[in-house]
């Protein structure tokens, strides 16, 4: 028995997990418009490409806050109200549902890489905190859903990044080894999630944050996905 676990353990292939929003997919454009369409709706000032970029990693709910947050103290009140950031964040949901891809792209290399991984026999899965339903959507529009064996979203557990159970569960759930698992992701978000799991992360440079890249806990950066085999060929023959 402990001679064919070690077999097991052998031959078992590496799993690479990835974050959505900034990581596989452009998708701040239409991110943009959904939180641009709310906030003149609800009378709230509207926000430039890189001031809401910075806001995107934990979710709608978190977007809307955080966003008007930022502004004057007036308004503070107003969303502590929470019929009101309810009524806000169930919007930006219509909206957005309906307009998930105006605009948004994949990443430059990603598809490539997501086709040399398949060669490669490589399980890939997704852990976003985008709603599940939303990110199936968004990867079936984009025609890259095929690539992927199982998709997580912020409301498919009762946790989400950066508690590490949100990506250690996925995992699990692919027959994964977190020994032979791999995370990518574009934030502090996704580097802590992986730092607390244990589990090596490569960090995609200019990511939805307000971070630097040397803010963020990472094993390897990298500005796209053009080259990237070489470092998980490194994993591969480990």
Same mark, same amino acid.
């Given at each position: 028995n402990y001679f064919l676990l070690i077999l097991l353990n052998m031959s078992q292939k590496l799993t690479i997990i990835f974050d959505l929003d900034g990581t596989l997919v452009e998708t701040a454009p239409d991110l943009i418009s959904a939180h641009n369409h709310v906030m003149a709706k609800f009378g709230f000032e509207t926000k430039k490409s890189?001031?809401?970029?910075?806001?995107? !990693?934990? !979710?709608?709910?978190?977007?809307?806050?955080?966003?008007?947050? !930022?502004?004057?103290?007036?308004?503070?009140?107003?969303?502590?109200?929470?019929?009101?950031?309810?009524?806000?964040?169930d919007e930006f949901l219509n909206y957005y549902t309906k307009n998930i891809c105006v605009e948004s792209k994949i990443v430059n290399g990603a598809e %490539?890489?997501?086709?040399?991984?398949k060669k490669n026999n490589i399980s890939l899965g997704v852990c976003t905190n985008k709603q599940d339903y939303?990110?199936?959507?968004?990867?079936?529009?984009?025609?890259? %859903?095929?690539?992927?064996?199982?998709?997580? !979203?912020? %409301?498919?557990?009762?946790?989400?990044? @950066?508690? @590490?159970?949100?990506l250690t569960n996925v995992i699990e759930i692919m027959q994964g080894d977190i020994k032979k698992s791999i995370m990518i992701g574009d934030s502090e978000t996704d580097g802590e999630t992986a730092k607390l799991a244990g589990v090596p992360f490569i960090l995609i440079e200019n990511g939805y944050t307000e971070k630097k890249s040397s803010e963020i806990n990472h094993d390897h950066l990298i500005k796209d996905f053009i080259g990237i085999e070489e470092i998980i060929s490194k994993y591969l023959n480990h």
């Open positions: 890189e001031d809401v970029k910075k806001l995107v !990693g934990r !979710g709608a709910n978190s977007l809307i806050t955080k966003s008007v947050w !930022g502004q004057a103290r007036e308004n503070f009140k107003k969303v502590n109200d929470a019929a009101l950031k309810k009524e806000m964040v %490539n890489f997501l086709k040399w991984c939303l990110s199936v959507d968004l990867l079936k529009k984009l025609k890259i %859903n095929h690539y992927f064996e199982y998709v997580a !979203g912020s %409301n498919t557990f009762d946790y989400c990044k @950066p508690d @590490p159970r949100h």
